[in-house]
């Protein structure tokens, strides 16, 4: 048995201090001193010429203050009707030391999901995107409606020892679990509907681009400055064709398909490339050599090596491997701890690519504590598997008016989906919480009509995309492209999840030009990845990037810790 709800499927992050907690006002946050955070022992309430919120000073990042606070918006931004009812919205600001006569610019930043917190991403690696893209910014991280801090939560369980209770469901065979699958999602989508009372059906992508002015309208800035990764390029999406007047500088990292999302029942374009990631990992193993990549000793050619690790981690779906460790830690290592995992996250995350072979080497030889250390102990239950659902369920086709109605029916348009990728049964747990899902769409958005309609936006966005990404491909970077008029697409020339799976000084100018100068390509631009990013070890790619500059090492410093951070997987 297993929690689906807990499961991180296509999506991003570790724990902060700022995990599932309400930001109040508080002049402390626990000190780590690995991220450079030291207490800030300043009480007061501060406030800046032309906003209408008061910040927190809440401590300090590599010598910058970051600044807390709360907003309260609106339950629904798009009724006429008022209503007492409201979400509070946690805010943090890493504020930038530079003086300036002019107020600097705030980015708001998306991490991605949905799901995924931005108090947590601008805590977590928030000094890093500073060096990314100098100090002539502030940015600012927000917990959208529903998660993590945001009150009320998007939450399917009252307590955590129902969660613990309830939220186990088989779902690993798509064919001998679906019949319990089928009534467990039944129940799961009743239980959210009643656990988040009037306030659910409003826990959705156009409500928070909503959220995003009230922001903006507290912070006394007119233009949206935006960095949006995964989800966040939805999020950026939709909000670029509701507000495109107040679209001044918008980046999209890792371009999901916003018309599959809201108006078709299957993402069908999602896994375009997850293959490709796959392949590209077992044909730059072989290239790097046995020495750089344990993978290579058993094998000399990809094909030979691709043929094998199927074969053998296939043997698994029937014949899973016991490991003991001792007698407090010892359980049983399927395929799908593998595949699901392991395999998939690292697909996200080049930077992991050589402990991944090293673990599967490992397995094939015959040694599988490793991989069950890794990737066959259940990880924890969070809430932020609920809010993945909750807020993509809200956005897209859901419930049984858009679906078939019979399990068997359901399983007959499934199949052949996930028969398109590898990786594509990963997603089998959501698509019938999707079938199942009664809380209604209360909003009304609609994707600007392809190949019709082009969104006119006060300035245009800037696009960043892999060439390979697992979950976001390139093709639906381009379809984004061609619906927002002016934008342009900046590619690096790599695999990962986003930009930042691998550092490229290219696309880190490309940025700095966008925000500070409003600077795009002429047309489309592809960027080279820095340093063969593959395969080598943090030692290796730190002793290369000290012979750069100051400047650029401190750009590649950060392009490093970013890649070995990741963004995502978040889970469907």
């Not at 991605?112 to 108090?119: D, K, L, M, R, Y």
């Not at 998660?147 to 690993?172: H, M, Q, W």
């Not at 342009?488 to 986003?498: A, S």
């Amino acid at each position: 048995m297993k929690r689906v709800t807990a499961k991180q499927p296509l999506s991003r992050l570790p724990p902060s201090p700022f995990v599932n907690t309400h930001i109040v006002a508080s002049s402390s946050v626990a000190q780590d001193d690995s991220l450079g955070i030291t207490p800030s022992s300043i009480p007061s309430p501060v406030t800046y010429p032309g906003e209408r919120i008061s910040w927190i000073p809440c401590g300090t990042l590599n010598n910058e203050l970051l600044e807390c606070t709360n907003l309260s918006v609106p339950i629904d931004h798009f009724s006429e009707r008022s209503s007492d009812k409201t979400f509070t919205i946690p805010l943090i600001r890493l504020r930038s030391n530079r003086t300036s006569d002019t107020p600097l610019p705030n980015i708001l930043l998306n991490p991605g999901g949905p799901g995924g917190s931005g108090t947590q991403f601008v805590y977590r690696l928030g000094a890093k995107l500073r060096d990314v893209l100098g100090d002539g910014v502030h940015l600012i991280g927000f917990d959208p409606r529903g998660v993590n801090g945001s009150i009320p939560r998007a939450s399917c369980y009252k307590t955590p020892e129902l969660r613990e209770r309830l939220g186990f469901v088989r779902d690993k065979k798509v064919v001998e679990d679906s019949g319990e699958l089928w009534a467990w999602s039944q129940n799961f989508a009743k239980a959210c509907q009643e656990t988040m009372g009037p306030h659910g059906k409003y826990i959705n992508t156009p409500q928070t681009a909503a959220d995003m002015n009230s922001i903006l309208d507290a912070l006394g800035q007119r233009g949206l400055w935006y960095w949006g990764f995964s989800y966040g390029t939805l999020l950026g999406q939709t909000y670029a064709a509701l507000f495109p007047e107040r679209t001044e500088r918008v980046v999209i990292d890792g371009v999901a398909n916003q018309w599959d999302w809201y108006e078709s029942r299957l993402d069908k374009e999602m896994m375009t490339d997850t293959d490709a990631v796959w392949n590209g990992f077992i044909e730059e193993c072989i290239k790097a050599g046995k020495w750089k990549c344990d993978l290579a000793q058993l094998a000399s050619t990809k094909e030979e090596l691709a043929d094998m690790l199927l074969r053998e981690i296939g043997k698994l779906r029937d014949d899973p491997v016991p490991v003991y460790v001792n007698a407090e830690k010892y359980g049983v290592l399927d395929y799908w701890d593998i595949l699901y995992g392991g395999i998939f996250p690292a697909l996200y995350k080049p930077a992991s690519w050589s402990r991944l072979a090293s673990n599967l080497a490992a397995l094939l030889k015959g040694n599988a504590t490793p991989a069950f250390l890794e990737y066959g102990q259940k990880s924890p239950f969070d809430l932020e598997g609920e809010a993945f659902k909750v807020i993509s369920l809200n956005d897209g086709l859901s419930g049984p008016a858009h679906w078939p109605n019979t399990r068997k029916a359901l399983l007959d348009e499934l199949i052949p989906f996930f028969n398109q990728s590898l990786f594509s049964e990963d997603a089998f747990d959501f698509y019938f919480s999707k079938q199942a899902w009664t809380i209604p769409r209360t909003h009304t958005y609609s994707p600007p009509k392809r190949g019709v309609s082009v969104v006119q936006t006060a300035h245009p966005i800037l696009i960043l995309s892999t060439t390979y990404d697992p979950v976001c491909p390139l093709m639906s970077a381009r379809a984004a492209s061609q619906a927002y008029a002016g934008s342009r697409i900046v590619e690096v020339k790599g695999y990962g999840h986003c930009s930042t799976a691998v550092p490229s000084r290219c696309v880190a100018n490309h940025v700095r030009e966008y925000f500070y100068e409003g600077k795009l390509p002429k047309e489309d631009v592809q960027c080279e990845a820095d340093g063969s990013p593959y395969f080598k070890t943090m030692e290796e790619q730190v002793a290369a990037a000290e012979a750069l500059d100051e400047e650029d090492r401190r750009i590649r410093f950060a392009q490093l810790a970013l890649a070995e951070e990741g963004i995502g997987p978040w889970r469907r």
